[in-house]
Every structure is written in C-alpha cells, then in structure tokens.
C-alpha cells in the first residue's frame, strides 16, 4: 500500500503555516464584520439534496456531491430505476448532498426561522464548501467562503456598509491596487428593454459578463446573431467604448439614451445615492464597467465584484443587492444585500505580494532540550512557569544527542533554546540562547520572565 | 413547499450564541495547544473512500457518509454489479467519503509527508466529523473533535504533557469537578494472560469496557461464558472491587498477582513514572479505573478518560498512548499519545453549570437609529469613528417608527442605543441611551471615544 497516493487533488492539507494563514485572515474579516454588527452563523455541511439539486442551474448541479444514503440505499429501489439513467438513480439511492455555497444554507437558515429572527437579520458565514470542480491555481474543491448579508431592508445604507466592509478588510490586510467594480442590473435591464430582442435577459447578462473573457467582439457578435438592430448594436460599442465616472453617471446615460426608461433613471440614481454617502475610502478604488453582469440570477440592483490589479488571479469578492433570496423555500422576505470573500484567492495575493506578517512563522517561543532525567525534571519547573505567563514551549521528550536536538529545533523555527546542563544544574541556572542571532544569556528561575518581557 | 422541513436532524445550524459559545471554547482550547507547543493542522473534508472504510470495524463503517462519484457513476458498472449487494455496489459508485474522525485523516498525512515532518511531530486538529448515526443529547451526525498529538517518542512526557493540557483546559474553562479516569493497557494485558482462555485480548477489553454500563455482573458473566476459570474470576472480582490509589499500585497488584507478570510490571512501573512527575495539578482528579479500556484498538499503553461528575453526559476526552498509527498507509513513524475533547459534550457542561461569560451574549455596542436622511448621514460620521476604535456598531438602515427601531435593539440585546433627532441637530450632540439601566448622556463628537473608554 505504501506506495500509493491517498490523498485527493483539490483538497489540499493546510499544513501549521497554512492554517495560521488562514486564520490570520480570517480574524481581520471576523473583527470588521462584528464591528459592523454582522454576527456569525454556521449551518451543517450536509444539507438535504433537494435543497441543493436544482438550484443552482444544470451546470453547477454537476458539481455539487451527493451522498449515499446509509445503510441499504437499494431496498426500495426497483430493478427498472438501476437501469435508468445516474441522474434519476441518484436522486432515489442518495438524500444528501454537501453545501455547494453559503447562499441557498443561508436562504433556507431564514426561511425556516423567519418567525424568530429579527430584522434586518445581518449575519456573517465564513465555512468551507466543495465542488466537484477542476482543480487549478485559485481554484480548489474544498474551499472557504467568507459571506456577509443584510436581509429585510431595501435601504441603500447596506451596500454603503458592505463596500466599507470590502474597505476595511483590504486595508488591514495591507493590500493595496484593489479594485471594486460596479455595476447595476437596473441599468442592464434598462438597456436590454431598448434592444426588443428576443433575448433572454439572462442570456444577455451571461454574454456580457463574458467579455472580460473573450473580448468585447464576442459580445457584439453575440448580438448581431440574436437580431438586435444595427442602431443598437451601435449603441452598446458606443456604452463599451468609453470609461464611465460614477460622477458623470446620470449625464452619461441621459446623452447616450434618448428616449426615457426609468430602469436606467433608477438605476442610475441607486448607483449615485450609495456612492454620494461613501465617505473617504482607506484603500478601494471604485470603477464603474457595464459589462460587469455576474452569471448569478439573482442580482436584482447594484452588483460588486473586487480585483487586485497586482495579482491576476481574477476576482477576489463579489456580491450585489438581491430581492426573494429565500422564495425557493416558498417564503418572501424581501430585499437584501451581500457580499462574500474568497479566502484562497485573498491569500494568494497576499503570499505574492509578501504581506503575511513575520510572526505567524513563528512555532515555539523556547524548546527546553532534554540532558538527562534530572535535568528534564529541573527544566519542568521552568516550563510551567513559562507557560503560566503564556509563553509557548516545550522539553524535547527524549535524551538523544544535542546536535539532533538542535537540528530539530531549528527546523521547528524555535525562537529560543533553553539548556540545562551539569553545568547549569550547579549553578541553579539555565542557559538561554536566542536562535535568530546567537546570543546566549544565563538566568536564573527569577530572571526568567523579566527577560522575555524584557525582550 | 413552505411547511415542509428542509433540515436533517443531528446536522444543527449554529446561531450567532452558538457558534460564539464554540468559539470561545475553541480559544481556550487552542491558547493552551500552542502554549504546549503543539501546531494546528487542518485535513480536508473529503478522503478517498478507502482511506476511511475498513479501517473503523465494521460497526463504525456503517456510519460513515459515502459520496456518489461524480458525473455518469454507472457508466462502468456492469449490470450483475448493480443487482449484488448494496455494500459491493457502494464500493464501485463511491471513491470518496467524509472525514469519520481526525486520527486516521492524521495518519494519512503523516504516512504522506514522513520525509519531510520534523519528528517528535506534534498537532492539534479542531475540525468537524460526520457519522450516520442516531442523533442523541450530545451526539449529534455533524460534531466538531478537537485533538491533539504528538508523534514519534515513547517517552513518558508525552502523557505528562497531555495531562496537563487536559488541566489547563479545564481550569481555563472553569471547570471543576472534572475526573481523569486511567488505566493502562499492559496491565490489562497481563490481567488477560493469566486467564489463558479462548478469549481475544479486544473481546476482554470491550466486555471490561460495558461494565460501567451493564454492572460488573456482565463481565463476571462474560468471562464465565468464556470459561475462565474459578480462581480467575474470584480474582478480577476482587481487583474491580477495590478503588485503587496511583500511589499504591504497585503494592496492590503485587499482593493480588502472586506470580511475576511483565506486562503488569511495565505497566505499573510506566503508569507511576508518569504520575510522579504530574506536579500539582489545578482542577483535575486523577482515578485509576481498572475497568476502563475503551474500544479503541489502537491503544497500548496509558488510557485516559475524562468526565464531569456533575454534569451525567459521558465522557468529555478520551485518550492515551499508541504504537503503529500509520500501519494502515504501510508506514511505522514509531510511538505517540494524544487526546481528544469532545466540544459538544463540553458546551452542554458549561451550559448546566452556567459557566459561560456573560459578555459573549452582547451583540451589538451601540445601535444608531434611524430618524431621517439628514440624521442618518450625521450619524455615519459618529459611527465611522466609534468603528475606528474598535467598537461595533449600526445605524438602523431605514426610517421607520422609533417604536419598531427600538424593539428590534431590545431584541438584538445592543448595549447602548445613540438617538440623533431634531433636537439632538440643532446642539450638536447624541444623545446616548444604556439598555440595560436605562441611564442618558447627552455628548458631542469629542466626548463619545472618551466616554466609551471610561465605561
């Protein structure tokens, strides 16, 4: 067996460093989100497979896993339905399937607690998901969302705070060149209403969203097949062409667009109300880009997706104001908004641009090494002490030779070694040597923890 | 769709409390971990299905959560396949399944990466598991395991160590009350020899193992079923009559055990080596339990168990000291101990004993309300800087009757409401509003950060 991989692709070990990475990130959302009185919820892994086969769209519900029902899941299946086909076989052989994103949990969560919750219900979900996906570079199958919402208000004020919250997350992270794109589906929605197309809307949104992609022909070849009009077509290369200052929103629309449509008038005045109000940004820059569309059909008012100009990664967050998010579970909460982290990507950007801080690799402020059982027994009392101020340390628990010791704790990343000798059992004192640049101290058991505060 | 229930039993979703009470543990937990100078690791979810099944016994295998393959499952299986068993299907239409618990996901990753671990390797894991099981008080199919290892030394300042994680976890947490059971495999083993019957050494362990279920009737039954002999019987009856104390050990089995027993003598002589260097303790109690075994197999030679003797909800930790963990990946990394806490059981103790703090059911510091535009944009300025300072707060996103405002901040249990109105415009000043004495400041600006501090 031993030569044998056991492990999955995708689903990646988070080696010490990796977790405390993770962590460290994951504690800088964690304090913005509470400080802007988002509160934490967690729903289980396993979800029912109803809940999530079928809503997501044909695409995705490939990706979801699907769980085998316990015990004999074939005693009730009839020998006709094992010869159908795997999609009909397995919505009788399995009866759970694990959470594909925090969105439809967080929908169901509200929707089964709507009469106890109280509104605005503002939460924040930082799990794990999983995806039968292709692995590849930011892209995993077992991966971490960072979600937060406000359900149960129409009130521009929620994407005032979600995009400050976009704000001072990146800030504290220290990156820099990031980049948040807007967008407004009521102004989309303006815009495909001028085209009387026998388009879908979505179907639209989809190819617009695609031009980051495959470019801007892409699109407009895209219109031309579906028999938009000369004039129209015309139009929109015109709206693509040209960078568009949310200041210069409204004028923006009002030339190019002759005649009236109130999507575009409220789209645009939506999209002026919330950026009217934002105040001093500490590290975002805004950018307005039409062709901003996200393929998700829930998106109803402004939508968001974040970028670091520096690390091409693609987008590092991503959310929008929605209206229904719970009507699948046959409930009507009304509107609400949200935004969500990618955390693999976030600290791929971080790792290029070398802005973890020093400190998280440390592993162990002192490793007392093991001379003998008398010794071992006289480092103890210098462990508890240490340890009862919260210093991190160890003895090494075998009297194996010095230099495999000190091999070891130089690839634990050890900040100090701590001996206690013959010499040092004499004279009732330890010797201390700093890993990093070789000083050595001798102290004794008072001196201990003046050095280390000292220090 | 609406009155039907779309969530599994056993899988509970965490509200906002919830998840802070786990959390808090959690911190308590993980401080105490990197102080002992153990490291996080983090497994994925998901592990090959043969990683899992097989390894457990049949009995735990049933439980664990099998995932249909992705994509046309039964394009490769061939029609006789799909009318065997449900267990021979199960294997070809699943290649993967959920993490069971983290000793075997740990092996894995030490099998994995052996060449590359800096040995005597030490881990913590606070992950969750999954088991089809009959949801119950305190088992639940979704529960977190928190654990912690070290691996690759036989010596005695493993156990030493893990004890006092044990301790300081407990104390930290505020405890008391919290027993140690142990016992120690070898002397079982040497007990187990000196019956010389049919019986295997697991069938003794896990009939001894029920007697704190089923009374010492059912093991005495047991080994007379199994043909031990009078003197035998007579014998364990007698040792599972008597309490043992740790410092008499040696002396009473030495007067019980007439003839030399290696096996007991190891044991003896390990378990005392490992108590006299204890030092003192700060909540636990330390009982050795003759009966003890736990089902497990893989122990060989301490075994601990912990529990609360106020709270009656089983064991809250387990653990103990194990060779050839990684055996099953064709590797052997030599010998390790560790324990496990069992977070679930832990919240329901500190829930009955009313030992939480109380600041972990504040929400929210201060709440904003919400009297019109021009209020509302003044009150932004008070809170952006109440939020550079740390302190979390909102402004009630739409203007609605004060009366329905200041319900949903009695219901959110905010500390502190703030009111900016017509009055509150004209001075210049909030007025301040404590929810829980009903106490009024009237401040400006300058005053709010002071006044917050001086609290």
Redo the contacts between chains.
């Keep these: 067996?031993?030569n044998k991989?056991?492990?999955?692709s995708g689903?990646?070990?988070?080696?010490?460093i990796?977790?405390?990475k993770?962590?460290y990130v994951l504690n800088v959302m964690k304090?913005i989100f509470?400080?802007?009185?988002f509160?934490?919820?967690?729903?289980?892994?396993?979800?029912?497979r109803?809940?999530l086969i079928g809503n997501y769209g044909s695409d995705a519900d490939?990706?979801v896993?699907?769980?085998?029902k316990?015990?004999?899941?074939?005693?009730k299946v009839d020998?006709q339905l094992?010869?159908s086909?795997?999609n009909t076989?397995?919505s009788v052989?399995?009866d759970?399937a694990?959470r594909y994103d925090l969105t439809i949990p967080f929908a169901?969560?509200i929707?089964?607690?709507q009469s106890s919750i109280?509104?605005?219900y503002?939460?924040y979900q930082m799990q794990?998901v999983?995806r039968?996906d292709r692995p590849q570079k930011g892209r995993l199958?077992?991966f971490t969302q960072c979600d937060a919402d406000?359900i149960g208000?129409d009130?521009h004020?929620?994407e005032i705070?979600l995009i400050k919250v976009y704000d001072?997350v990146f800030f504290d992270l220290g990156l820099e060149n990031v980049i948040l794109k807007i967008n407004n589906r009521k102004i989309l929605e303006g815009l495909f209403k001028i085209f009387s197309s026998d388009l879908k809307f979505t179907e639209f949104c989809i190819a617009l969203d695609k031009i980051e992609k495959k470019g801007k022909n892409y699109f407009i070849d895209f219109l031309k097949k579906n028999k938009v009009s000369k004039k129209n077509i015309l139009l929109f290369e015109l709206l693509l062409k040209q960078s568009i200052s949310i200041n210069d929103l409204d004028s923006f629309f009002s030339k190019k667009i002759k005649s009236k449509n109130d999507f575009i008038d409220q789209g645009v005045s939506d999209t002026i109300a919330v950026f009217s109000?934002l105040?001093n940004l500490k590290c975002l820059k805004i950018e307005f880009d039409l062709s901003l569309a996200r393929g998700l059909n829930y998106y109803t008012g402004l939508i968001f997706e974040v970028l670091n100009s520096k690390v091409s990664i693609g987008s590092i967050g991503g959310g929008g104001r929605y209206d229904n998010l719970t009507s699948?579970?046959?409930?009507n909460i009304g509107s609400g908004a949200g935004i969500s982290f990618g955390l693999e990507r976030i600290i791929i950007c971080l790792n290029e641009l070398n802005l973890f801080p020093k400190f998280l690799y440390d592993?162990?402020d002192v490793?007392f090494v093991n001379l003998g059982d008398k010794e071992?027994?006289l480092s103890?009392n210098y462990i508890?002490k240490l340890?009862s101020f919260?210093?991190?340390?160890?003895?090494?628990?075998?009297n194996i030779k010095l230099k495999k010791q000190l091999s070891?704790a130089n690839?634990?990343n050890v900040r100090y070694i701590a001996i206690i000798g013959e010499d040092e059992l004499k004279s009732n004192k330890i010797t201390l040597k700093n890993m990093s640049n070789g000083d050595q101290h001798k102290l004794n058991f008072n001196d201990l923890i003046n050095f280390f505060k000292n220090e």
């Design positions: 067996m031993s991989s056991f492990s999955l689903m990646p070990d988070l080696s010490s990796e977790v405390k993770r962590e304090k509470e400080k802007y009185g509160q934490p919820l967690e729903t289980p892994a396993i979800e029912k109803e809940v490939k990706l896993y699907q769980l085998l316990s015990g004999d899941f074939l005693s020998s094992l010869n086909d795997y076989l397995s052989i399995s759970k694990l169901r969560y929707s089964k607690n109280n509104f605005p503002k939460r794990k999983w039968a199958r077992e406000i208000s009130s004020w929620l705070d001072e109000r105040g699948i579970f046959g409930k592993s162990l490793l071992a027994i103890q508890d340890r919260n210093y991190s340390c160890e003895l090494y628990p075998d070891y690839k634990r």
